[in-house]
């Protein structure tokens, strides 16, 4: 029997909603995982560019020895023979206050696009998830429905079976119900096992290494308010590329600002000449970088930018467009399929009140076999068919939830 292998709906040992899946599958997902790292990474980078202006210490050391050998050898005023050098070196690069906040801003600005993307990603994969799992929870609505009409139909079979052997049924309508019972049992197994399937799935989007299969809440999904695109997750990262291209044209300007810098050291340098003990010494000097002329280079920087705007207002403008019409063509698909679902719903009740009607009369034997297998199916039918549109309502809001974010 169907029992052994696969077990009943009464069966499962609990059930599970459609959060748990979703936190799940964001605590497994690795990319998220990723991303959250590359967060830690820049926080590293900003506190590398803190220690950056700050006096950098060097000890140098160096010795080399030029030996002449029979008069062969380096001229002795180039190479003094030998020469030593040691050591502690301070240097520091001075950075404007405000071009140092620019630089700030670059690595505050690539978290802000980490931050867009996790937000898109964790968009994505919710409606994945909810995809998933509407399509799981459609197959447990499917064999819940078989299994009452199975039930339903297995109770008649034992009053059939006595009505056939007091001559009120053919044997041969007794073989034709006892067909379609047989029939409703593998339509009950085949939809067990579907359940099984896209359970399991479930589970493998979400990252939970387990082969055992629980029951599926109802997913209680509702049209979110209609969000304004600027107001939404997928406006957010034109804003922080609109930041990004007007910060990198800040650091092209100072770029070309002058730069000082200041070194000092101090330590021996001698060439082992005369008096080597007397060669301990210092020296400081500062130093001055100012752009001249560099082939006309900023100017083409400040081309590439302005590319990259106008790029980016043209691909803004489009994905308002599409994100208006998705909307539109979501929120009349759901008005159609709500309408539909309601006019289903009054066939049910009708075909529902005809199979228990039917069930009476068989009792008595006052409808032939062909009238009450045929009400059975309508009422299979019409079931089915409000279960398609129910699954299709919840993943036409499971759209519409994911664009209105």
Not at 33 to 54: E, F, M, T, V
Not at 153 to 181: G, H, P, R
Not at 222 to 242: C, G, H, K, R
Request: charged share 20%; with cysteine.
């Amino acid at each position: 029997m169907l029992y052994t292998a696969l077990g009943c709906l009464s069966c499962f040992g609990q059930s599970r909603n459609i959060d748990f899946f979703i936190q799940q599958a964001k605590q497994n997902n690795p990319a998220l995982k990723g991303y959250q790292n590359q967060l830690l990474s820049n926080k590293i980078d900003s506190q590398l560019l803190r220690a950056g202006p700050k006096p950098q210490v060097n000890f140098i050391n160096s010795a080399s020895y030029a030996p002449i050998i029979h008069g062969y050898g380096y001229d002795e005023a180039l190479s003094n023979i030998a020469n030593v050098t040691s050591l502690i070196q301070a240097n520091r690069n001075f950075i404007g206050k405000n071009n140092l906040l620019a630089q700030y801003r670059t690595i505050t600005l690539q978290n802000r696009s980490l931050q867009d993307t996790i937000r898109l990603s964790e968009q994505d994969l919710v409606r994945v998830i909810t995809e998933q799992y509407i399509t799981a929870y459609g197959d447990l609505l499917i064999t819940s429905f078989n299994q009452e009409v199975y039930d339903l139909m297995k109770k008649e079979e034992e009053v059939l079976k006595k009505l056939t052997q007091a001559s009120v049924y053919k044997q041969t309508d007794y073989l034709n119900f006892y067909v379609t019972l047989q029939q409703q049992e593998l339509m009950l197994l085949q939809g067990q096992l579907q359940y099984n399937s896209d359970y399991l799935t479930l589970n493998y989007l979400a990252g939970i290494a387990d082969t055992s299969i629980e029951q599926l809440q109802e997913p209680f999904l509702t049209d979110t308010l209609a969000a304004e695109f600027y107001n939404s997750i997928f406006y957010q990262p034109f804003v922080t590329d609109s930041l990004r291209l007007v910060n990198e044209k800040i650091l092209i300007d100072y770029s070309y600002k002058p730069k000082l810098g200041a070194y000092t050291d101090a330590g021996l340098t001698s060439s082992l000449q005369h008096t080597p003990y007397k060669n301990f010494g210092f020296s400081a000097g500062m130093s001055l970088v100012i752009p001249i002329y560099d082939g006309r280079q900023k100017q083409l920087k400040y081309n590439k930018i302005a590319l990259q705007e106008k790029t980016r207002l043209t691909n803004k403008d489009f994905f308002v467009s599409q994100y208006q019409q998705q909307i539109a063509i979501w929120q009349q698909q759901l008005s159609a399929t709500d309408l539909l679902v309601k006019k289903i719903r009054q066939q049910i009740s009708y075909a529902y009140t005809l199979v228990i009607a039917n069930n009476k009369l068989l009792e008595t034997g006052d409808i032939s076999m062909k009238d009450y297998i045929l009400g059975i199916s309508n009422y299979l039918a019409a079931k089915n068919l409000l279960t398609q549109h129910n699954i299709s309502r919840l993943r036409i809001i499971n759209q519409l939830n994911y664009w209105k974010h």
